[in-house]
């Protein structure tokens, strides 16, 4: 089994950055990728950002440019970096591991950008 723990959410002003991780642990098998979701009240839940096993990074068209996905392969960790936040950011973001066998969740954890 594979646990995921999110941590780094919280309130920011329009404008500033925050930094998500997330530290994978237990039997990660036949890892292919490592990503970040976001679902705002109402929506449904959308990709932000995900990082394979070769580093090849994807972006969300809203976050280009200021959004950074990372993994420390030795940690089995992912992080993103989100800078320039923006109120329409707002969501609950998830960790999410895919392998060839089962895809993984984390909790969740709130990120709020808000004057």
């Known amino acids: 089994q594979v646990q995921l723990v999110e941590s780094g959410g919280g309130l920011v002003q329009p404008g500033g950055s925050l930094k998500l991780s997330c530290a994978a642990s237990g039997n990660i098998a036949s890892f292919r990728a490592m990503g970040w979701y976001r679902q705002a009240p109402g929506k449904e839940r959308e990709l932000v950002a995900v990082?394979?096993?070769?580093?090849?990074?994807n972006y969300a068209a809203s976050v280009k440019g200021r959004f950074t996905i990372s993994r420390d392969t030795a940690k089995n960790t992912a992080n993103l970096q989100m800078n320039s936040l923006k109120p329409e950011d707002t969501a609950v973001y998830y960790c999410n591991l895919a392998s060839s066998i089962k895809n993984y969740w984390g909790q969740g954890t709130q990120v709020t950008v808000s004057s």
């Open positions: 990082i394979n096993s070769l580093r090849i990074t």
